[in-house]
């Protein structure tokens, strides 16, 4: 397999890449809706309320704190995650233009 040749692309493109990336998994984007439909922070559940494994589960949370767009607190002997508003906030404003950009191309091209 060849190597990425990121530097060929300009930084938001290779944000946004990174960003899609991060999500690409269907568990971590289980477990985003879950944190955003709560709306608070969610110390235990996502076992009963996913129906993973905890060690899958801990490895997307991992992914997605690492990528910022979660954060996690200590409570006792649990980790508690949230939403990290701001990295939220940047990923809706990436993929709102990028989507509008889109949305005015001539579809009758082919």
């Not at 985003?32 to 494994?53: F, R, S």
């Not at 954060?71 to 509008?100: D, K, L, M």
Request: hydrophobic share 40%; charged share 15%.
């Amino acid at each position: 397999m060849g190597i990425t040749k990121t530097g060929l692309f300009t930084k938001q493109q290779n944000d946004m890449a990174n960003m899609a990336k991060t999500i690409a998994h269907p568990a971590r984007i289980a477990i985003l809706q879950h944190l955003v439909k709560t709306n608070a922070c969610v110390c235990g559940g996502l076992v009963e309320e996913l129906g993973l494994a905890q060690p899958t589960i801990s490895q997307h949370l991992k992914e997605l704190k690492n990528a910022g767009i979660i954060r996690g607190t200590v409570e006792g002997t649990s980790v508690c995650y949230c939403i990290n508003p701001e990295v939220w906030q940047e990923f809706r404003q990436f993929f709102t233009g990028f989507f509008a950009e889109i949305k005015d191309c001539n579809t009758s091209c082919c």
